[in-house]
């Protein structure tokens, strides 16, 4: 699965079949971790930056995130959040 999307140079992911929570996967620099959508929970390297930078995204565009989860846990095609 390619980035949902790219905000400053920061990648987003969303991987099909996952477990959960729900959650995005990060990756910027040193930056890799993933992110509860609606809890906010971090799991590994993150710079206090990014999560700020990711937590207003996340403010942004949760719906949209928790449908784009929801599709790909069905395998369903998603495509990058403009």
Same mark, same amino acid.
Request: a positive charge; glycine letters at 0%; proline letters at 0%.
């Given at each position: 699965m390619g980035s949902v999307f790219v905000i400053q140079g920061i990648l987003i992911y969303i991987y099909g079949f996952d477990h959960n929570p729900p959650h995005i996967h990060v990756r910027s620099g040193t930056d890799n971790?993933? !992110?509860? !959508?609606?809890n906010r929970i971090i799991e590994g390297v993150a710079r206090s930056k990014t999560v700020s930078i990711i937590n207003q995204f996340m403010d942004e565009h949760e719906d949209e995130l928790m449908e784009l989860w929801e599709k790909a846990q069905k395998g369903e095609t998603i495509k990058k959040i403009r």
């Open positions: 971790f993933s !992110i509860t !959508i609606k």
